[in-house]
């Protein structure tokens, strides 16, 4: 493995530790708004334009379905507020590149993403802005997206794999572009 996953895992605390003063809520908030920033500059770090441009769409796509759903869906906040609880469009901000990364570079960079993407939901419930199942359907929507977006990485370069049986033997050479 590289070291690049322990670099993510020490960018998604570093944006924890901006979290502003004022609780819980803005901290989650906070990393809502850095998760995103992160998976782009993972992507950019890597020279992967087609993955900056999956990332941009899967989250386009979920933020914009929660805030559609959130206009249509009158199901009242927690906290009696507003009726616009269903879905957390925070959570959908979040949970959009967490699965983004999963998805397009695996679990390693996935599971400190998600970590942070739950941390984000638990914020919004713990303020009682939105109900467990807000941020399920947030998480359900990101998911969903990232499977019909999100292509799996291929390393640029040169692959080979050499095989041998009783029968003979092969050599397999490929370059990826």
């Known amino acids: 493995m ?11 605390l570093l944006s924890g530790g901006v979290a502003r003063a004022d609780g819980l809520e803005a ?15 993972i992507s950019l770090y890597k020279d992967d334009r087609t ?10 796509a979920t933020v914009g379905t929660a805030y559609g759903l959130k206009s249509i ?6 906290d009696k507020s507003d009726y616009k609880s269903f879905p957390s469009d ?17 679990w390693e960079y996935g599971l400190p993403a998600y970590a942070a993407a739950a941390f984000v939901g638990y914020s919004r419930i713990d303020a009682r802005k939105h109900h467990w199942y807000d941020v399920a359907a947030s998480a359900g929507l990101a998911f969903s ?8 990485y291929r390393e640029r370069g ?3 794999a050499a095989s041998a049986d ?4 092969a050599i397999h050479v490929a370059y990826n572009f």
């Open 2 to 12: 590289t070291k690049t996953p322990a670099f993510i895992l020490a960018l998604l």
């Open 27 to 41: 901290a989650g908030t906070d990393i809502a708004i850095a998760l995103p920033l992160i998976a782009g500059g």
């Open 51 to 60: 993955g900056l441009a999956q990332l941009t769409v899967v989250g386009l």
């Open 73 to 78: 869906v009158r199901e009242r906040r927690p």
């Open 90 to 106: 925070t959570s959908a901000l979040a949970f959009a590149p967490a699965q983004y990364l999963w998805d397009r570079y695996g």
């Open 145 to 152: 997206f990232s499977k019909i977006f999100t292509s799996r």
């Open 158 to 160: 040169l692959a080979y």
């Open 166 to 169: 009783t029968d003979g033997g």
